[in-house]
């Protein structure tokens, strides 16, 4: 009977009846029984069927100034609830990159690594080329293989002239100063080209890469800094006790550290915020799903060609402390 006059309780206080008509016994009733109604029925499991579509080229490409092997992985999409989800791998294709002045670079299926196509260790990428992706692979798994192509010109980079560390408060315009955390600041001193660019940084500490994925490295907006000297301007802080939110290692004395400075397309930096945008966890409940991102593979492929420069500058951090804004 408590149970009973809760629900009636409950509804009288959320449906807008005249007064005295709950009262009503009849009404009574059929006010618990719609409440018993009302709180059942969210138990119902509700099956959502998942369509199905056909397999789609992914493809991870990279070709950079580095001298290094350079990789292309190849994979196919595959549904939700696919049982063979780990066995993606499109093995097989023909995979190579021409420069526009006739340059050939082959990659190479990895025998160990199904999908994961790679160049010799000799190969580098040169400022101002244009490089086409040729992919020739069977994604659909029909017996006939598909050509796949993208395009990208190697941009510009400008030199690191220095890498310094400064001991303090974290430095504008990136960090807020704090005179309850200090730590290093790493501050960078370079030209800014006047040209319009897209840098992205991230680190290397005693020779292991830090924040070097797609969803990781920081992406540095130039619009402020174009054709200015960069004098000092601090990069990445690393606090003394950092927190769990930054993932930031703490630096201790004779520290290597070195600044990772990347140069991106319009495009690959066009894709880099998609990407983010897309596995982002912050949206609404209800909202719209992040619609997929494509890139700049042709024939309907997911994925990317990235074609980027990159240059590097070190330092150690000092037996004594050079302090900045300590106050």
Known sequence: MRRFDAIFRFLRDVVPVPVGVMEVPWVRSLSVMAGFLFLFSCAEIVDIPLGSMDPVLVVDAKLTTDTASHVVKLNRSCDYYDPDVNSTAVSGAEVYVLADDGQRIDYYENVFTPGRYCTSADVYGEIGKNYTLHIEADADGDGVKELYEAESRMPSIPRIDSVRPLYGMGMLPFYTPDPSRLGWNIRI???????????????????????????????FPDIFTSGLY???????????????????????????VTMVLYSFTDAYNQYISDVNEAVSTDLPVFSAAPSNVRGNISNGAFGCFAVYAVTRGSCIIPESVETGNIR
């Open 230 to 256: 960069l004098q000092g301007l601090t990069i990445y802080f690393f606090a003394d006790e950092p927190s769990d939110s930054t993932r930031m290692p703490a630096l201790k004395k004779g520290d290597s």
């Open 189 to 219: 001193y370079a030209q800014d080209p006047p040209s319009k660019e897209n840098y992205g940084f991230s680190f290397a500490l005693n020779g292991r890469m830090y924040f070097d994925s797609i969803t990781d490295i920081f992406c």
